[in-house]
């Protein structure tokens, strides 16, 4: 059995009852008695004996008649009682007053209030009317004495420390003898951050056989832990603390896995934890759920499930705090649907989730794309009466900008000003950004000068994204127009303008100016970076000048810029497209020697153009080497391999291809239908050519009109009248249909 006492004395040990550090202490008169264990009799020192100066006869007449005045007129207002005294009473007539009246509590107040609305008191008053509200079980007002002393204006801790130390050790025995003062003492200090002193009060207390209370010294491991390399002291002291008598408790130890949990030391902190019992402490429901955290934000996933595991088995279970951890950090590694189970988890439980649950759920949802998921728990989270913040909202509309869901973008912001909250510029920034990359810059313009009416302040990042929505759309000079308008608002132009202006120049064919505005971007201080060598790059590539391209990529590595896979991409689509197909196989090679690892696209950009040369052997060699390094293949490869094999008679290797697509979740493109169709009925291959093309229409692609002719004849000769006007009505409707309207929009 765990055994630990607060205080400790001479020949007596006292305990206290013990309540969280940030509240108030309590004393109980019912302590518990019994021998000193662990510090030697011989070295605790004993308190001295209270010899105040002794009153003259005239001092003893007045003393007395302020006290029989205070106790015989004690309905009255004291200020009125010693009205006839004031002129009268000296500093030490109030230490003589008090030592007569010390055993009425609420006289002691008075006298002391009426003394403190004339004159600051002196130390050693101080410290004997601490004692008398210790006595009294009155650790509140022993506490706020002992503050508005130190809050005084000129006293500083380094000059009085020792001076009030003394006096409170002096007026001891006399005044209370309850060693609670010297822990209200320290739990002062502590709080007013003069944390050395409180480490020379503990230790001083020690010499008189005194150890403080294990509450106070939680106080001081938390504020230890917060300061500036606190956590080596506070490590220090909890071991320090222990050898002399502090007897930690759960809060202790849970304040320094708390600790190591938050400079990142979080095997640490769970070794602590597995200590615990052998110390004589019991983990709580704290202890675990904050390494539980500790691991979560070091996005450690498999010790969580092992801890919660070992709560359960000790009948602990997971508390808010724990579930929304697991939450967070399952939703910042993508694993959003395993974080909805946990949440379905904490329901079950009985434990509701919070905003902050929800939303976190909600962003997670939005980044993978899942906007309906994201929008079931909006919807959900209403339900049980948890209303969206701001960052709720701001999560949701980010996700269906990205998803290009504009106008249901704009629909919730009109919900978020209809239920009172106010966007901020992000939101705006991000609607802004979001019709701009949609091409509808008067929609953007419209948002911007909406945002400026409700005087938000559009920043560099809303008009770099006026800017680029401006130039995507070939509007250089209107572009320009507004750099001008923020150089005028002093705004200074950042990386992401002017690489939004160089890619705008490079679309509109402006390559020159756009290499002329990297220069200016230097000069004016700012660096170009990979994207910007990348953007003029792609223009190189696609005008066919590879030496230019090939130079700027020389220019970025002399200047220390990583290239980028989108880097290499360029060139390799820039090398395919030149026909320059052993450069294109030779960065390749370079890539994987050099550890950069090609995506698809890099590999689809080969294979396209040797498809195209019909050299569907080194098309294929390429596949094989692209699923040899481990690289996915996207629906474009498959596109590409499909129409290279048909195009080359190879219809048994398109129609395996072709099925390993459909598996895989892609969908053929149009060209990639016909290229199968027309591939079949060439062969004569009528079931499979027929198959082809009902997965087609049943995907809503529209076959071209030679196709419709094709099956309608065949269903005809197969005595299938009525599919063969079903085809006939639907070719009419598509294709024809479809011609006029173009020719009346062209009209």
Partial sequence: MRRCSTFVFPYLRFSNSVIKHTAFFSYSSNSAIEKLSFLPLTAARPFPDYSPKKPSIRDSELVQHVSTSIKQRYSEHIRRVLKPFESKIRPDHIIWVLMTVKSDYKLVLDFFDWWCQRRDPSIEVCCIIVHIAVSQKDARSAHRFIHEFWARPGVDVTVFFSQFLEKLIYTYKDWGSNPFAFDIFFQVLVELGSLDYGRKLFDKMLHYGLVLSVSSCNLFLSRLSHEIEGHKMMLKVFNEFSEVGVCWDNESHNIVIHSFCRIGKVKEAHNLLLQMELRGCMPDVVSYSTVINGYCTTGQFEPVMKIIEEMQAKGLMPNAFTFNSIILLLSKTGKVLDAEKILREMTSQGITPDNVVYTTLIDGFCKTGNITAAYRLFNEMQCFNIYPDLVTYTALICGLC??????????????MLGRGLEPDEFIYTTLIDGYCKAGEIREAFSLHNKMVQMKLVPNIVTYST?????????????????????????????????????????????????????????????????????????????????????????????RGLQPTIVTFNVLMNGFCMSGMLEEGDKLLKWMLEKGIMPNATTYNSLMKQYSVRNDMHMTSEVYKGMLGQGVV???????????????????????FLHKEMIKKGFTPTLDTYHALIKGFLKRKKYSEAKEIFEEMRRYGLLADKELYSAFADMTYEQGNFDLALELCDEAVEKCFADKTDILSRNA
């Avoid at 990205?402 to 919900?415: F, K, M, R, S, V």
């Avoid at 129409?643 to 008679?649: E, I, L, P, S």
């Fill in 633 to 655: 293949p996207n629906a474009n490869t498959f596109n590409i391999l499909i129409r290279g094999h048909c195009k080359a008679r190879n219809m048994k290797e398109a129609w």
């Fill in 402 to 415: 990205q998803t290009g869901n504009i106008a249901e973008a704009d629909n919730l912001l009109n919900d």
């Fill in 466 to 558: 006026l800017v680029d929505g401006l130039c995507k759309l070939g509007e250089l000079d209107t572009a320009n127009e507004l750099l001008g308008e923020m150089c005028g608002k002093g705004l200074e132009l950042n990386i992401y303008t002017y690489n939004s202006l160089v890619n705008g120049l490079c679309k509109a064919g402006n390559v020159k100016q756009a290499v002329k505005l990297m220069e200016d971007m230097e000069a004016s201080g700012i660096h170009p970076d990979t994207y910007t060598y990348t953007t003029i790059m792609d223009s190189y590539c696609k005008c066919g000048e590879m030496e230019k391209a090939h130079g700027l990529l020389r220019q970025m590595l002399l």
